[in-house]
């Protein structure tokens, strides 16, 4: 396999990695919400967009691909942010076997 070249410039982007977690409420349930995990340095790559029928509502997805150094807190299920923007992740991968990035399979939430 042909190990991508990756330029260390490219990873220009400083994104928050944020996980979602469960607080008592002191009335027996839960509220949930959103802890900085790390800040790391990405790449930020679009892939696409589709309109997205729902309901009434026609909804835009917007997806990305994120590329990072290698990091082992990475999860489906977590959160990057980018300035006001919040990309949900739906994959995690080491794109070429070598364990040397993760790449992140990421849909833009709207707001």
């Given amino acids: 396999m042909v190990k991508p070249i990756i330029q260390s410039g490219s990873f220009r982007r400083r994104v928050t990695l944020q996980e979602e977690t469960e607080t008592p409420d002191g009335c027996g349930g839960f509220t949930t919400g959103w802890v900085s995990v790390s800040d790391i340095w990405a790449q930020i790559t679009?892939?696409?967009?589709?309109?997205?029928?729902?309901?009434?509502?026609v909804d835009q997805e917007v997806t990305h691909t994120v590329m990072v150094r290698k990091t082992g807190n990475l999860q489906q299920g977590m959160r990057l942010l980018f300035g006001s923007r919040i990309f949900l992740i739906n994959s995690v991968y080491d794109p070429d076997e070598t364990g040397r990035y993760t790449q992140c399979d990421v849909r833009e939430q709207s707001s």
């Fill in 46 to 57: 679009p892939v696409g967009s589709a309109s997205i029928s729902r309901a009434d509502n």
